[in-house]
Every structure is written in structure tokens, then in C-alpha cells.
């Protein structure tokens, strides 16, 4: 089956990473594994498979691997966002087995930590970081880590 999405994700510039979502059975891994026919370094992970699993908790694909897809990343750690009727909210909290693990604020040049950052890494004792894409230096701000965003996704341990 022809699926128009299918043009316009293979034809967008590289680099980028693409989330196909939606209910079961739609057709998500038929069109992953389309777009892995047109590349040829391209691999196909499922986390329901064990030996699979242990290559993408590892990060221990083929460096040249110039395309992935991983299929039901959902089981992996989670990223979710916390928000409180005051409106005060983080963009993203990894949490491993429903548990949040660490908070972290994305900011394009803002380096000092949010005041959401600040409030709920005090009241909950979660380790935050403040991911900033154009930034000079890494620090701390007190026990909130100032990161820069080229590389911090591949340090995460998801």
C-alpha cells in the first residue's frame, strides 16, 4: 500500500529524528521498515526481541548506521512532563518503571534555571538538568546541571 507520508518523510533533510505514533495495527512499522528499504545502512531493532533489546539499552548499534528504527520504544524508560494546577511545569521527566528519574528544561540561550526547574527539583529531590542549545560553557547552577543540547540525548540513559 502507497502511504503518502512516506515521500515526505524520506525526502526531509537527514539528521532529524522521526516519531511515527498511533493506535495498534495502523501501519506504523510496514512504513518504518519502507523507509529502511530506501537506505542502505539501516537497521530495524524491536525492544520485545532480547537480543535486540540489549543492543539499544547499550546504544550498541553500527556506528555507520545511518538510519534506525526502533520498534516499541514506549517499554523503554518513559519521558513524560510535570505541570501543577499553578501552571508551573518542566518539559520533560524521565521516569523508569512510572518512577521519575530526572527532570529536564529545554531552552534555546536561557542558562540559568527556570523557576518550574527550580520548584520541582526542591520538592520532589529529582536530579534536573537545563538543556541549552546555544551555550558557552557547561556548569552547575547550585545541583542543577547547565548542559549544552549538542550530544545530551545520547548521554541519557533511556
Known amino acids: 500500500m502507497d502511504r503518502k507520508q512516506l515521500p515526505l518523510i524520506a525526502n526531509d533533510p537527514q539528521g532529524k529524528m522521526v516519531f511515527l505514533t498511533g493506535p495498534r495495527q495502523v501501519g506504523k512499522t510496514h512504513l518504518a521498515l519502507a523507509l529502511l528499504k530506501q537506505t542502505p545502512n539501516g537497521v530495524y531493532l524491536n525492544y520485545d526481541n532480547l537480543e535486540d533489546r540489549a543492543i539499544i539499552t547499550r546504544a550498541a548499534w553500527l556506528p555507520t548506521t545511518e538510519f534506525l528504527v526502533l520498534d516499541e520504544p514506549h517499554k523503554l524508560a518513559a519521558l513524560h512532563y510535570l505541570r501543577t494546577k499553578e501552571k508551573k511545569e518542566v518539559d520533560f521527566a ?9 527532570i529536564i528544561e529545554v531552552k534555546l540561550t536561557e542558562s540559568e534555571p527556570t523557576a518550574s526547574l527550580r520548584y520541582f527539583h526542591e520538592k520532589y529531590g529529582l536530579p534536573a538538568v537545563q538543556v541549552v ?23 541519557l540513559e533511556l
Open 94 to 102: 524521565v521516569a523508569v518503571e512510572d518512577r521519575p528519574t530526572t
Open 133 to 155: 542549545r546555544h551555550l558557552r560553557q557547561e556548569r552547575m547552577a547550585g545541583a542543577i546541571a547547565i548542559r549544552r543540547a549538542l550530544g545530551f540525548p545520547r548521554e
